[in-house]
């Protein structure tokens, strides 16, 4: 079992920043990959960002390709989200999640582990 803990969020205003966290806990060697979705208000969650576990290959949402930047502290077994240029549309509950097979990582359904989300919102 992996368990994946979300840190960061937060009320912003709109083109400011903030970072998320999460720390992953438990057979971490097991894992593939790790990544962000988000779920709006009355929307569908959707995918923001995905990074493999060795930081490798990484993968964006057009919606945040230049805004938003995926990392990983290996020794921390830790993920990061930068969120740079926040609009409000960003606004909604960003979940992290990571697999431990070899998937196509923009996929719900992909990932076998889930945080419990962290609330980010952008005032206009």
């Known amino acids: 079992q992996v368990q994946l803990v979300e840190s960061g969020g937060g009320l912003v205003q709109a083109g400011g920043s903030l970072r998320l966290s999460c720390a992953a806990s438990g057979r971490t060697f097991s894992l593939y990959a790790m990544g962000w979705f988000r779920q709006a208000p009355g929307k569908e969650r959707e995918f923001v960002s995905a990074?493999?576990?060795?930081?490798?290959?990484?993968n964006y949402a057009d919606s945040v390709k230049g805004r938003f930047t995926i990392s990983r502290a290996n020794a921390k077994n830790t993920v990061y989200l930068q969120m740079n240029s926040l609009k409000h549309e960003d606004t909604a509950v960003y979940y992290c999640a990571a697999t431990a097979r070899l998937v196509v990582l923009t996929r719900e359904d992909s990932y076998d582990y889930w945080g419990q989300g962290t609330q980010v919102t952008v005032s206009s």
């Open positions: 990074i493999t576990w060795g930081g490798v290959a990484t």
